[in-house]
């Protein structure tokens, strides 16, 4: 759990680091971090999924996650009664993505999606300038791929769908697939290549789903910026020149790393404080 203080500027004054325990041994100290630094108000991206229906009797709370321990755990309530300051909330990739649309990659437009890829697949998707909810919020990281046929893991490593986007391009997929951590993997080109074969697929589905100006990619995975040349080689393949306009014709300013230094979460969490302030 990573705690901040900043301002509206984006900018960052300290932040800290809390070791993911059990509630009861993680909220303590973050709650008292905070307490003496006088802050206005609170942004919290939290692992998930979680509830941001705010007519829910559970809204703020993580709801169903496989993490041990957090299931039906209140996040917004506590804080909030804590440190009587107003809380905004919403998913760690949301975070994400508001934090690049505010201060880094997305600033100016409205209409973004941002994939982190690490130890799981997160998406997070801006359209019209609101972060995207719904029924709950967005899970791309289950949507289904097509998977190639030179795959030495063509069945999959996401315990619930198998060939998903998880199942097939997260750093544990990589692992599993190679015997080997995706950083001592990094100068064999054919594991990058079926790599970005799946990450253009997720981008392929999600331009033609949500429309977005710009797709952000972040997490561990992504350092390896060796993908992006190939996510665009593969994305342009399998759009198959269906779409013309000034997003896809631009796929090196469409397909972009995320640019805030790993802060991307915290700083959008000062924007969900600000907002929460309105």
């Given at each position: 759990m990573v705690c901040a203080i900043g301002d509206e500027t984006g900018k960052i004054f300290e932040q800290v680091l809390f070791p993911t325990k059990t509630p009861e041994e993680t909220i303590p100290p973050m709650i008292e971090y905070f307490k003496d630094k006088n802050i206005e108000a609170l942004g919290i991206a939290s692992f998930g999924p979680v509830d941001l229906d705010k007519d829910s009797a559970t809204y703020g709370y993580i709801t169903t996650t496989p993490k041990a321990g957090w299931k039906n755990t209140d996040l917004v309530g506590v804080f909030k009664e804590a440190l009587n300051v107003p809380v905004g909330f919403d998913t760690d990739v949301n975070g994400s993505l508001l934090g690049e649309m505010t201060f880094g990659q997305g600033k100016g437009l409205k209409d973004a999606a941002y994939f982190t890829v690490g130890t799981g697949f997160g998406m997070g998707l801006m359209s019209g300038g609101n972060l995207v909810h719904g029924a709950m919020h967005p899970?791309?990281?289950?949507?289904?791929?097509?998977?190639?046929?030179?795959?030495?893991?063509?069945?999959?490593?996401?315990?619930?769908?198998?060939?998903?986007?998880?199942?097939?391009?997260?750093?544990?997929?990589?692992?599993?697939?190679?015997?080997?951590?995706?950083?001592?993997?990094?100068?064999?080109?054919?594991?990058?290549?079926?790599?970005?074969?799946?990450?253009?697929?997720?981008?392929?589905?999600?331009?033609?789903?949500?429309?977005?100006?710009?797709?952000?990619?972040?997490?561990?995975?992504?350092?390896?910026?060796?993908?992006?040349?190939?996510?665009?080689?593969?994305?342009?393949?399998?759009?198959?020149?269906?779409?013309?306009?000034?997003?896809?014709?631009?796929?090196?300013?469409?397909?972009?790393?995320?640019?805030?230094?790993?802060?991307?979460?915290?700083?959008?969490?000062?924007?969900?404080?600000?907002?929460?302030?309105?």
């Open positions: 899970e791309g990281g289950h949507i289904m791929v097509r998977v190639r046929e030179d795959d030495p893991m063509p069945e999959g490593n996401c315990p619930f769908h198998g060939s998903c986007l998880e199942g097939m391009a997260s750093g544990p997929a990589i692992e599993k697939r190679w015997g080997k951590k995706a950083i001592e993997l990094k100068d064999d080109p054919k594991v990058w290549d079926l790599e970005a074969y799946y990450l253009a697929q997720g981008v392929v589905a999600t331009t033609m789903l949500l429309s977005p100006k710009i797709i952000i990619l972040g997490g561990g995975v992504m350092h390896q910026e060796q993908l992006f040349p190939l996510i665009r080689k593969w994305t342009k393949e399998l759009l198959k020149d269906y779409l013309n306009n000034s997003a896809v014709n631009d796929l090196e300013h469409y397909i972009v790393p995320a640019s805030l230094h790993d802060d991307q979460g915290i700083m959008g969490c000062l924007k969900l404080a600000m907002d929460a302030m309105e």
